[in-house]
């Protein structure tokens, strides 16, 4: 689920509604894409390209593996 269709879904904000809602969302969807890069810097910030590139390689083996194991279709 997004978060649009989770705003949508609870708080009736939806891209039919004019340009103010639009707006809003968009301030709303950027500030928090904010906070992730920032979480993000702060995470790496104090590791070496190599340490950063070992942590990326395993968090895409693990996020691959979870979807993996959610396909019903079994590769």
Same mark, same amino acid.
């Given at each position: 689920?997004?978060?649009?269709?989770?705003? @949508?879904?609870?708080?009736?904000?939806?891209?039919?509604?004019?340009? /103010?809602?639009?707006?809003?969302?968009?301030?709303? @969807?950027?500030?928090?894409?904010?906070?992730?890069? @920032?979480?993000?810097?702060?995470?790496?910030?104090?590791? /070496?390209?190599?340490?950063?590139?070992?942590?990326?390689?395993?968090?895409?083996?693990?996020?691959?593996?979870?979807?993996?194991?959610?396909?019903?279709?079994?590769?």
């Amino acid at each position: 689920m997004f978060l649009s269709d989770f705003l @949508s879904a609870h708080y009736g904000y939806g891209y039919h509604q004019g340009w /103010t809602d639009w707006l809003g969302h968009t301030v709303a @969807s950027a500030v928090i894409h904010a906070l992730i890069y @920032s979480f993000i810097f702060r995470l790496l910030h104090h590791l /070496t390209l190599g340490q950063a590139g070992l942590l990326v390689l395993v968090v895409l083996v693990v996020m691959f593996i979870l979807a993996r194991a959610g396909d019903r279709r079994r590769w």
